[in-house]
Protein backbone atom coordinates (compact mmCIF):
# COMPACT_ATOMS: atom_id res chain seq x y z
CA UNK A 1 0.00 0.00 0.00
CA UNK A 2 1.15 3.76 -0.76
CA UNK A 3 -0.18 6.28 1.36
CA UNK A 4 -0.38 9.91 -0.01
CA UNK A 5 -0.70 13.21 2.20
CA UNK A 6 -0.98 16.72 -0.54
CA UNK A 7 -0.38 19.66 1.30
CA UNK A 8 0.26 23.73 -0.33
CA UNK A 9 -2.88 24.36 -1.03
CA UNK A 10 -5.00 27.72 -0.54
CA UNK A 11 -6.56 31.00 -1.74
CA UNK A 12 -4.50 33.15 -3.85
CA UNK A 13 -5.29 35.86 -6.19
CA UNK A 14 -5.17 35.79 -9.86
CA UNK A 15 -1.26 35.78 -11.51
CA UNK A 16 -0.05 34.57 -7.89
CA UNK A 17 1.95 31.16 -7.37
CA UNK A 18 1.38 27.98 -4.96
CA UNK A 19 3.53 24.99 -4.37
CA UNK A 20 2.03 21.81 -4.01
CA UNK A 21 3.95 18.79 -2.16
CA UNK A 22 2.68 15.39 -1.74
CA UNK A 23 4.34 13.47 0.94
CA UNK A 24 4.43 9.53 -0.01
CA UNK A 25 4.86 6.41 2.52
CA UNK A 26 4.83 2.90 1.86
CA UNK A 27 6.02 1.02 -0.89
CA UNK A 28 9.64 2.25 -2.21
CA UNK A 29 9.02 5.82 -3.89
CA UNK A 30 11.12 5.92 -6.67
CA UNK A 31 8.96 2.53 -7.83
CA UNK A 32 6.49 4.69 -9.42
CA UNK A 33 5.47 7.42 -11.21
CA UNK A 34 3.79 10.37 -9.98
CA UNK A 35 0.78 12.64 -11.13
CA UNK A 36 -1.51 15.53 -10.22
CA UNK A 37 -5.04 15.67 -11.38
CA UNK A 38 -7.39 18.14 -10.47
CA UNK A 39 -11.53 18.51 -9.81
CA UNK A 40 -13.35 21.84 -10.05
CA UNK A 41 -17.23 21.44 -8.99
CA UNK A 42 -19.48 20.01 -11.51
CA UNK A 43 -16.49 18.51 -13.45
CA UNK A 44 -14.62 15.86 -14.29
CA UNK A 45 -11.13 14.88 -12.85
CA UNK A 46 -8.57 15.72 -15.20
CA UNK A 47 -4.58 15.28 -15.51
CA UNK A 48 -2.74 18.32 -14.87
CA UNK A 49 0.89 16.59 -14.43
CA UNK A 50 3.14 13.53 -14.44
CA UNK A 51 6.57 12.83 -13.66
CA UNK A 52 7.81 9.57 -14.82
CA UNK A 53 10.00 7.24 -11.53
CA UNK A 54 13.13 8.89 -11.71
CA UNK A 55 11.99 12.84 -12.53
CA UNK A 56 13.74 12.51 -16.26
CA UNK A 57 10.13 12.06 -18.03
CA UNK A 58 7.68 15.19 -17.26
CA UNK A 59 4.20 15.92 -19.17
CA UNK A 60 1.52 18.81 -18.38
CA UNK A 61 -1.42 19.09 -19.81
CA UNK A 62 -2.21 22.42 -22.13
CA UNK A 63 -3.79 24.27 -19.77
CA UNK A 64 -1.04 24.05 -17.64
CA UNK A 65 2.04 24.20 -19.61
CA UNK A 66 4.21 27.00 -19.15
CA UNK A 67 3.10 27.81 -16.11
CA UNK A 68 3.01 24.43 -13.69
CA UNK A 69 6.33 22.41 -13.07
CA UNK A 70 5.97 19.12 -11.52
CA UNK A 71 8.93 17.73 -9.66
CA UNK A 72 10.49 14.70 -7.25
CA UNK A 73 12.72 14.63 -4.47
CA UNK A 74 12.87 10.36 -4.22
CA UNK A 75 15.17 10.68 -1.50
CA UNK A 76 12.08 13.18 0.71
CA UNK A 77 9.77 10.67 -0.83
CA UNK A 78 8.05 13.84 -1.77
CA UNK A 79 6.28 15.11 -5.52
CA UNK A 80 5.92 19.23 -5.95
CA UNK A 81 3.69 20.75 -8.50
CA UNK A 82 4.96 24.54 -8.81
CA UNK A 83 2.00 26.87 -10.01
CA UNK A 84 2.64 29.97 -11.26
CA UNK A 85 0.62 32.65 -13.11
CA UNK A 86 -2.48 31.39 -11.51
CA UNK A 87 -5.95 31.32 -12.65
CA UNK A 88 -9.34 31.29 -11.88
CA UNK A 89 -9.71 28.45 -13.92
CA UNK A 90 -7.57 26.47 -12.24
CA UNK A 91 -9.34 26.70 -8.69
CA UNK A 92 -10.29 22.87 -8.08
CA UNK A 93 -8.92 19.99 -5.52
CA UNK A 94 -5.35 18.81 -6.82
CA UNK A 95 -5.09 15.47 -6.37
CA UNK A 96 -1.74 13.24 -5.95
CA UNK A 97 -1.30 9.33 -7.12
CA UNK A 98 0.85 7.12 -7.79
CA UNK A 99 1.32 4.26 -10.67
CA UNK A 100 3.32 1.87 -11.28
CA UNK A 101 2.44 1.78 -15.11
CA UNK A 102 5.09 3.91 -17.61
CA UNK A 103 3.12 4.99 -20.00
CA UNK A 104 -0.51 6.43 -20.03
CA UNK A 105 0.34 8.45 -17.16
CA UNK A 106 -2.43 10.99 -18.55
CA UNK A 107 -5.38 8.81 -17.16
CA UNK A 108 -6.63 8.05 -14.49
CA UNK A 109 -7.20 4.67 -14.54
CA UNK A 110 -3.37 4.33 -14.81
CA UNK A 111 -3.15 5.15 -11.13
CA UNK A 112 -3.29 2.81 -8.24
CA UNK A 113 -3.17 5.31 -4.93
CA UNK A 114 -4.91 8.77 -4.19
CA UNK A 115 -4.04 11.06 -2.11
CA UNK A 116 -7.42 13.36 -0.50
CA UNK A 117 -7.00 16.45 -2.07
CA UNK A 118 -5.95 19.74 -1.62
CA UNK A 119 -8.00 23.01 -2.13
CA UNK A 120 -6.49 25.40 -4.85
CA UNK A 121 -8.90 28.52 -4.90
CA UNK A 122 -7.98 31.31 -7.16
CA UNK A 123 -9.68 34.51 -7.11
CA UNK A 124 -10.26 37.29 -9.80
Known amino acids: QVQLVESGGGLVQAGGSLRLSCAAS????????MGWFRQAPGKDREFVAA????????YYADSVKGRFTISRDNAKNTVYLQMNSLKPEDTAVYYC?????????????????WGQGTQVTVSS
Open 97 to 113: AASLYIDYLRISNTYDW
Open 26 to 33: GRTFSSYA
Open 51 to 58: VNWSGGNT
